[in-house]
RNA sequence: GCGAGAGUAACUCAGUGGUAGAGUAUCACGUUGCCAACGUGAAGGUCGCGGGUUCAAAUCCCGUCUCUCGCUCCA
């Protein structure tokens, strides 16, 4: 465990508090952990199934045309190769780290080669008149000249050993000299902004089988998407759906990033919450704004501030490789803002590229218009890590009492993972007894915690570090009239009520379980 | 990938060659009339890992791993 200062940065009093109250911690810890996997604690499950299960009521219980979906994390092969995922994924690419546009590694050698040939010529007219030119006609630092010279140096070396040098080779000195003289980006225009080729192999490989060979090669997921996709027509035709409609699916997906960060923001392996909507061409930016919205007030429901969300709209030259237009809701984390739901005009892109590949009929056929067409697809994609992650670093807070300070998470009663506690104020008296008896009574219909242990400060304090918005505490009056105290987490405000009404009172306040 | 720093109890840390410690947290019992009270006790540690030097290593040396920060990167 590093010693760092973690007075004053948020997101290490964040993280500190999720592993203090077991609600996410760093996975395979007894080994020392392993980069970028988390494991989610008690508390840690409970949030994060509210929140994928608000999700899913939003989606399949609020809308008739919406139906779910959990499709395999392993695919075949092939739904990689027409998904376009195994080319952009797989190849080697040079990045301009301007405009982010990147050239496949065999298109960038090319023009390296141009750009030296060009470069050879002007300075063979300017020496030369025309004719060849020698290295010693080139000034002794001139990049030209240290690169033809090492060119000449391998052409010898392989007459002299006979060895065959590769055309990679004269490759790497050719891109070493570019990018080192002449990194110039040719899309955006940017100097110096080129990076050194590398492979960007964003899927993780594995095999079908005990057997390792290149038959047997199979791929975890990079997206939840592509299940959908594949089986679109047989949900829709066994469900009788009409389009407009969607499928919605909440599972994992897997991706080799190069690097990780932000605790649990982004993770190489990871839930996501999707739903492909499909429509009729020509429809799309209709369905697009209304999703955008739908999308929005999702996270207004988790009680996540409005003023910590804005639209990101990507520009054309950085849309994926499926996408024509994309919004995606960000957040404002304490790390800067980060994208929590991408709203995606997908066209036809994917239906088509199935059809193509594997032969499939990839159409609808509306029996009232008598067309037949491919479904254009918005999607809404949402991280569901990431966005506990969101309700988290929103509801979290610190004030002081009495000199103390006081931590607490200001969850949205629908996301704590407890609901209400049930204290005796003290042990003895009784009081023990009915405390007790409400539990028992309450818990298995809403998700209550009882505690008689240490002071009742303590035992609030506890309670407020995991978001449990009511506290109640039975007293001395509660012998007399029946009533409770009803302890409010944000506010520290109390009233009584009656002890028979706390179920009710629970179920009134959530609205919804 | 590069540079710097750090790894000792669940957490925060002290411990410069000679019996591994404190505070907090946890648990038990007692006490306790509403916001981290108190008393007594208990449990909890391969000092990141491996090797070396030494009569003796948490401490010195070498290697290695992990994490943090800064660059870099981030479908």
Redesign the pocket.
């Known amino acids: ?6 007075s004053n ?1 948020p ?2 009093k964040l993280v ?1 508090l999720c ?2 109250r077991g609600i996410v911690f ?1 996975s395979s810890e ?1 080994y ?5 996997t988390y494991d989610y604690g008690p508390y840690g499950v409970e949030i994060k199934n509210n929140i994928s299960r608000l999700w899913w009521k939003e989606m399949t219980l609020n809308h008739d045309e919406i139906v779910g979906l959990d499709s395999a994390i392993i695919l075949h092969p092939k739904v990689w190769e027409a998904s376009g995922h195994l080319k ?2 797989h190849d080697p690419f040079v ?1 301009c ?1 301007n405009c ?1 546009r990147r050239i496949r590694f065999d298109e960038f050698i090319k023009e390296c080669y141009a750009i030296l040939m060009r470069k050879f010529n002007i300075i063979s007219k300017a020496f030369d008149n025309g004719e060849l030119i020698k290295p010693s006609q080139l000034s002794e630092d001139s990049p030209e000249r240290q690169v033809m010279e090492r060119i000449l140096e391998l052409a010898e070396f392989q007459q002299l050993s006979g060895i065959k040098i590769t055309s990679d080779d004269a490759d790497e000195i050719v891109i070493e000299y570019v990018l080192k003289n002449y990194n110039q980006c040719s899309t955006c225009g940017a100097k110096g ?1 080129l ?1 050194p080729p590398r492979e ?1 192999n ?1 899927m993780f490989r594995t095999n079908m089988g005990p057997v390792e060979n290149a038959d047997s090669i199979a791929y975890l997921r ?1 997206e939840t998407c592509q299940g959908i996709f594949l089986d679109w027509k047989i949900v829709q035709e066994s469900n009788r759906l009409k389009v407009p409609f969607g499928i919605a699916q909440i599972g994992k997906a897997f ?1 080799n ?3 990780t ?1 932000n605790f649990i923001f ?1 993770t190489r392996e990871f839930s996501q919450m999707e739903m492909q909507y499909f429509v009729k061409p020509g429809e799309t930016s209709k369905w697009i704004n209304h999703w955008k919205e739908q999308r929005w007030n999702y996270y207004l429901s988790l009680g996540i501030k409005e003023e910590n969300l804005r639209w990101y709209e990507h520009p054309q030259e950085k849309l ?2 499926y996408a024509k237009e994309a919004w995606d809701i960000e957040y404002q984390f304490p790390f800067g803002w980060g ?1 929590l739901e ?1 709203v995606h005009d997908r066209g036809d892109f994917d239906l088509k590229a199935h059809q193509e590949a594997s032969g499939k009929d990839m159409t609808y056929f509306d029996d009232g218009t008598r067309e037949r067409y491919h479904p254009h697809i918005v999607e809404t994609s949402a ?1 569901l890590n990431r966005t506990m992650l969101a309700v988290l670093a929103d509801a979290y807070r610190e004030d002081e ?2 000199g ?4 607490y998470l200001a969850l949205d009663p629908k996301i704590a993972p407890v609901k209400a506690s049930v204290f005796p ?5 009784g009081l023990r007894e009915i405390a007790r008896a409400i539990y028992e009574d309450l818990r298995g219909q809403i998700p209550v915690f009882y505690d ?7 035992r ?3 309670m ?2 995991i978001g449990t918005p009511y ?1 109640f ?5 509660t012998l007399e009239d029946n009533t ?2 009803v ?2 987490r944000d506010t ?3 009233e009584r009520i009656n002890k028979d009404r706390l179920g009710t009172y629970l179920l009134e306040k959530l609205g919804t379980l």
């Open positions: 465990m590093a010693k760092n200062n973690k940065d997101m290490a500190a592993k203090r760093q007894i020392g952990g392993v980069g970028s952009e994924f990045e780290k982010k902004t990076l960007f964003l990079p991706r990033e190069i690097t960060s982004r994926a490789h994208e991408g991280g009492q009495a103390e300070q006081r931590i104020l003290v042990k003895k008296g008689e242990q240490g002071s009742i400060g303590k609030y304090r506890r407020d570090e506290g505490t039975i007293d001395f009056q409770v105290t302890r409010w520290l405000k109390q």
